[in-house]
């Protein structure tokens, strides 16, 4: 964490095009030299892998929430998990899903580099006229998944210190919204931001348009990654056996 790489991470926080169009250009301002995004992406990488016991809730987890979502709209997800339940040999089924779960939580971050090509893909192909090398939209896609795992990771962490000193009354429910609101607002403010220097809109409905854009693909590339998540958990868990003898 030396001194290029704390300018380049709180350039991320506010401004991940912006921080995208100083790499290109070679400097961070007055002299400094920037961080390669590949190195500030492994580096939020780790401190991400370090804090997710403190981020993720045992109460709600977010990520079961989207397991189910996921099973439940894919019919071939479902019967690979039954099929797998069935292997395993377990009497009952939520044992099986509370190891999944587990296992799930636990490799969570593991192909989130997935999100990585979607975004890129989905920049060049709406604003390659503006950018012509895929490589510079690579580069924007990376700073904007090193921007959503930080903030992940902030709203995670700020939820856990509401939930921990606010007594769980009917004030804790609208308290423990303020750190979602306030991350929500704070995704899209930076993303609108970093199309608009990133890209150079003039025209704010472009730059909208451009940012519902980014979202749906960001969208679409989570709903890859938890399916490929689920596939290789699963993979993961095919010697499992829970058959008790006699």
Same mark, same amino acid.
């Given at each position: 964490?030396?001194?290029?790489? %704390?300018?380049?991470?709180?350039?991320?926080? /506010?401004?991940? #095009?912006?921080?995208?169009?100083?790499?290109?250009?070679?400097?961070? #301002?007055?002299?400094?030299?920037?961080?390669?995004?590949? %190195?500030?992406?492994?580096?939020?990488?780790?401190?991400?892998? =370090?804090?997710?016991?403190?981020?993720?809730?045992?109460?709600?987890?977010?990520?079961?929430?989207?397991? !189910?979502?996921?099973?439940?709209?894919?019919?071939?997800?479902?019967?690979?998990?039954?099929? $797998?339940?069935?292997?395993?040999?377990?009497?009952?089924?939520?044992?099986?899903?509370?190891?999944?779960?587990?296992?799930?939580?636990? !490799?969570?971050? $593991?192909?989130?580099?997935?999100?990585?090509?979607?975004?890129?893909?989905?920049?060049?192909?709406?604003?390659?006229?503006?950018?012509?090398?895929?490589?510079?939209?690579? /580069?924007?896609?990376?700073?904007?998944?090193?921007? +959503?795992?930080?903030? =992940?990771?902030?709203?995670?962490?700020?939820?856990?210190?509401?939930?921990?000193?606010?007594?769980?009354?009917?004030?804790?429910?609208?308290?423990?919204? *303020?750190?979602?609101?306030?991350?929500?607002? &704070?995704?899209?403010?930076? /993303?609108?931001?970093?199309?608009?220097? +990133?890209?150079?809109?003039?025209?704010?409905?472009?730059?909208?348009?451009?940012?519902? &854009?980014?979202?749906?693909?960001?969208?679409? #590339?989570?709903?890859?990654?938890?399916?490929?998540?689920?596939? *290789?958990?699963?993979?993961?868990?095919?010697?499992?056996? =829970?058959? /008790? $003898?006699?």
């Amino acid at each position: 964490m030396d001194g290029p790489t %704390r300018k380049s991470f709180r350039r991320l926080l /506010v401004s991940p #095009g912006e921080l995208t169009v100083q790499h290109l250009d070679g400097d961070l #301002g007055g002299g400094t030299r920037h961080v390669h995004p590949i %190195r500030l992406y492994l580096t939020i990488n780790l401190l991400f892998f =370090l804090l997710a016991p403190w981020v993720n809730s045992s109460n709600i987890s977010v990520w079961q929430v989207q397991y !189910q979502a996921i099973v439940e709209l894919q019919p071939a997800l479902n019967g690979m998990v039954e099929s $797998a339940i069935t292997h395993s040999g377990a009497e009952d089924p939520k044992l099986f899903q509370a190891i999944l779960n587990e296992r799930l939580s636990a !490799q969570q971050g $593991a192909l989130v580099w997935m999100l990585i090509p979607v975004l890129g893909l989905a920049s060049f192909a709406v604003a390659r006229r503006r950018r012509g090398y895929l490589v510079e939209h690579f /580069v924007f896609a990376t700073n904007l998944v090193s921007f +959503f795992l930080v903030s =992940l990771m902030a709203v995670g962490l700020s939820g856990r210190l509401v939930a921990a000193v606010v007594d769980r009354d009917s004030r804790w429910f609208l308290l423990v919204l *303020v750190p979602l609101f306030t991350w929500m607002v &704070w995704v899209w403010f930076a /993303v609108y931001r970093s199309a608009k220097s +990133f890209h150079g809109f003039k025209r704010r409905g472009i730059t909208v348009l451009f940012t519902i &854009w980014l979202g749906l693909a960001l969208q679409f #590339g989570f709903w890859l990654y938890l399916q490929a998540l689920l596939v *290789v958990t699963l993979f993961g868990l095919r010697d499992l056996s =829970l058959s /008790v $003898a006699g």
